[in-house]
Structure formats: structure tokens, C-alpha cells
């Protein structure tokens, strides 16, 4: 059998490792792509760094890690007949059953049966990989390659921007990991007349001003609720954007979200935490929305066309480059802060 380098969680606890293992072979289902690019996302770090959700979440190890992905098409399973050899993709990662209740109204984003790449199935942090058919998304020829590798992110800054109304709303991001700066970029070009955010880190204080961020609050430095208040003339902001899972920076956002507004979460706390549903959910008459995935496929539609025309621009975003085998500087630079979104080329 052919070999291939891949990064492997292969045990519990901290830390992964680079190995020599088997290239894989499609089913009738599937495509083989060569993994020209891949990215690391928080999801990886939380594996990689073995927290709380990785222990109660992750079940098969060993198991390649990773989930963003840009390949080219190099063979294809008897069943396929969407793509083709030579075909460049990004993947969307959430591999729906198709016949469960919510595959069937619509929502194969949130499949009861639905499988994770890198989570609970081999991923893409490999020389080669193999996709189902069905996520295989083929790239418009105008996007670069380096930007496909993050389309999948993307997807989430994008469903999460536009699970509501944002043109000529104010707009609040909290925490400006790389999600959380695509969603201030993706805020701007959807019309969103101010855009707030909130960030601990120099470094992504400064990368949110550079995609578009009217003001960068540091919640060391600075009230959030009293600066948000005071940009948002007294009535609060309409739109919240949280991006950063902290229990804080939550309590913070629904204090500064006005009467009516819309809270769309995308970020994960690491433990339950205690909201007063009273005050701040049901006497202000908010909408609070849980964030998934990406619409399949009108997310990944949308994405596209932000991408192609121009209109988005990723370059600002992608800080930092690395060959797969250095796979250990990306999740050290993860761990600081000090960086947007990293990728890896095998």
C-alpha cells in the first residue's frame, strides 16, 4: 500500500503526531483529493490541547486531525458523478445521513446522524484524504486556492452574520479569533452601519481594525457595556455576533444588546454557564439564535460569490504559513493569540 504523512491524535491526552500511515482509499461514494492546503481551527487546538470538550467529544483515536480543506480530485468513487478528476474543492465537513428528519426539512446541517471530519472520521491534516461526494464543493476558478482552505470557517462568519437582518444595524463581535474577524469583514460588506468588537489580544485588536472594525473595545482597558452604550446613543447595539465562547464576554454582550435585538452564538464555553433568562432574555424581547455549521449549500453559494467578485478579501486574514510538518508552530501560535488563520501545505 501506498504511504502518506499525516497528524494524528493518537491517544489521549496533549499533543499530536506527524506519522507515516497508509493513503486511503475511496469508497463508491467518495473522492480522493491531494490536500494542496489546509487550515488549523480552534476545534483542532481544543484536540490538539485535549480540554474538557475534546475528552467528552472525541471517540476514535487514532484519528487524522483537521477539517479545512483545498484539494485536487485525483480519483473517483463508481458513485459519484458530481465532480470530476482534476477538479479543485473545499469540503464542507459536516457529513449529513440524508434520510433523518431534519435532512429532510432542510437542515442537514444539524443531522441527528451527522459525522465531523477530523472529529469522527479520519481528516484532513494529510497528504491525501477522502471526501464524500455529496461535500465535495468545487471551486470557482476566480478564488484562490489558499482562500478555498478557509471556506469552510468563512461559512460560519457567514451563516452567522446573516442569520438575520444586518444591513443598517449595528453590530457587536465578541472575540476576534479568526471567525470572529471574518464576521467583522463579512459585517461591513453586508451593510452593517457600525461594527463593534471585543478582543484581550494586541495582535487581533489590530487585525480586526485592519479588516474593517469601527472600534475594538479591550474588555482589561475598558467597560464594554458602558462603551457600547455610549457608541449606540443610549439604546444598546442591534446585532450580537459571539464569537469567543467566554462566559464574560456573554454576560457583557447581552447587557449591551438593546430591547429587540438579535443574538446569534457561535462560540462554545467550555462549561455550562448561568444566564438570567428573565432579565436579559425575555422582558428585552430578544432572539437568541444557536450557530451550526453552514447552510447546506446556500451558505457555501453565498461564500462563493463573496469571494469570487472580490468584494472579500481573506489575504489580511491568512497571517501565517507552514508546512505540514511544522504542524506544532501553528498550535503554539494558536495558543498565543498571536495570529489570524494559519495554514498548512503538505
Known sequence: MAKMKAVIKAKPGPGAE??????????????????LATSICGTDLHIYEWNEWAQARIKNLPQVMGHELCGEVLELGKNVKNVKKGDIISAETHIACGHCYLCHTGNAHICVNGKIFGVDVN???????????????ILDEKIPKDFASVMEPLGNAVHTVLAGEITGNTVLVTGCGPIGVMSVAVSRICGATKVIATELNDYRIQLAKKVGADLVINPKKENVVEKVLKETDGLGIDVVLEMSGNPIAIKQAFESLRPGGRFSILGIPDKPMEIDLGKDIVFKYITVQGINGRLMFSTWHKTSRFLSSG???????????????????????????????????P
Open 18 to 35: 506527524l506519522v507515516d500511515m497508509e493513503k486511503p482509499v475511496p469508497g463508491p461514494d467518495q473522492v480522493l483529493v491531494k490536500v
Open 311 to 345: 468584494r472579500l478579501d481573506l489575504e489580511p486574514i491568512i497571517t501565517h504559513r507552514f508546512r505540514l510538518e511544522e504542524f506544532e508552530k501553528g498550535m503554539e501560535l494558536m495558543q498565543s493569540g498571536n495570529c489570524g488563520k494559519i495554514l498548512l501545505y
Open 123 to 137: 481528516g484532513v491534516f494529510a497528504e491525501y484524504a477522502v471526501v464524500p461526494g455529496a461535500n465535495a464543493w
